[in-house]
């Protein structure tokens, strides 16, 4: 037995791979659950609006947090300004009296505002009033703040990235050990095609499994889908680009399927809770959150929430699209370079063959 538990020993020690799993994801659970995993929302980015928008913009108190103030403005330009996500909550000034406008779409942030609001107008001690009184609130796009609306966009973004990263990592895994992978090296194709030929199926199951998941959204659930899906289907594409990437990154360094899987699963994990897909980015510690800028779950999920939930157009989400566009640049040329020279032995074996034949 002592025989037995030596030799697992150093076999798990000669396998650098899971060890450093075992030794990583424990400390990135213990960080993402530690500074990222809160509901709490303690500042709210508000723009004022109205004639009185300046005065009202110095006078705000903790959680909101003034962005600008628009004397000119009124109830289209608040409601733009929701829509195109610039912020969260709007104030608009009236003669009636005061009018709040929340995007339901932030479903935390949306609570966040309704409690602090209720809060402020009935004098909490402790709390700073702002008004004399309960202001009028409009809900937006998601009035009964339903958890389905922003969750079904956050399950077709996460199906992209498990069938992109995981699936896709497995397949190309699969060929290598199966010893096809080298086959297909030899034959008369240049490296691209079989990187296009082996990713283009996993692409093509993903858009079906994504339209499949946004249908049953809408049809089952009521989730609302206001805007383009020419804009949703542009950055599905940009995303796929970067998961299916990173499935090829994740194959390349991997020996096996559970290698694979192990990598595949660390690379899941930091996006699932760090892209603000489950929990809000404004509610993560500092360090935390930049790390959820990096990510490209981050800005499809603001994509797929800003087009279906808010109707949000193209120019409004174009930074989220320019991010998706540069990180799937650098991945996908990355993971192309990396197949390219897993095939290199393959086809220099070939070319070898070849000049020694008669």
């Known amino acids: 037995m002592w025989a037995m538990i030596v030799k697992e020993f150093r076999q798990l020690r000669r396998d650098h791979r899971t060890l450093a799993m075992m030794i990583v994801l424990p400390v990135l659970l213990l960080v993402v659950f530690g500074y990222a995993a809160s509901f709490d929302v303690p500042t709210i980015p508000v723009n004022v609006y109205g004639s009185g928008a300046e005065a009202l913009a110095a006078e705000l108190r903790r959680p909101f947090e003034p962005r600008e103030a628009h004397p000119e403005g009124a109830f289209p330009e608040a409601e733009d300004a929701l829509r195109d996500g610039e912020v969260p909550v709007a104030f608009v000034t009236t003669v009636e009296g005061l009018v709040v406008m929340i995007d339901g779409s932030e479903l935390f942030t949306a609570k966040a505002a309704q409690g602090a609001l209720v809060a402020q107008a009935q004098g909490v001690p402790g709390i700073p009033s702002t008004y004399p009184r309960m202001p009028d609130v409009e809900i937006l ?15 077709a973004a996460m199906i992209l990235l498990f069938v992109g990263t995981v699936i896709t990592s497995l397949g190309v895994v699969r060929e290598r050990q199966a010893g096809t992978l080298e086959q297909l090296a030899v034959m008369p194709l240049r490296p691209a095609d079989v990187f ?77 809770m760090l892209s603000g897909l489950i929990f809000p980015l404004s509610s993560m510690a500092a360090g935390v959150r930049w790390i959820g800028y990096l990510l490209p779950l981050t800005y499809f999920v603001r994509i797929a929430r800003g087009v279906m939930v808010r109707g949000a157009s193209l120019a409004a989400l ?27 032995p393959a086809r220099t074996g070939r070319s070898r063959r070849e000049v020694a034949a008669p």
């Open 141 to 155: 796009f998601n009035p009964g703040l339903d958890t389905s609306a922003i969750m079904v966009p956050g399950l």
């Open 196 to 272: 296009i030929g082996k990713i283009a199926p996993y692409f093509l199951v993903a858009s079906i499994d994504m339209a499949v998941v946004v249908g049953a959204g809408v049809l089952l659930f009521d989730v609302p889908f206001r805007g383009s899906a020419l804009v949703l289907a542009l950055g599905a594409v940009l995303f796929l680009f970067v998961t299916l990437g990173l499935g090829v990154l994740v194959s390349s360094v991997s020996e096996n399927q559970g290698q694979a899987i192990q990598l595949a699963i660390m690379t899941l994990l930091p996006q699932i």
């Open 318 to 344: 174009w930074p989220s699209f320019a991010y998706l566009a540069v990180i799937g640049a650098a991945v996908f040329g990355l993971a192309t370079l990396r197949f390219h020279r897993s095939l290199a």
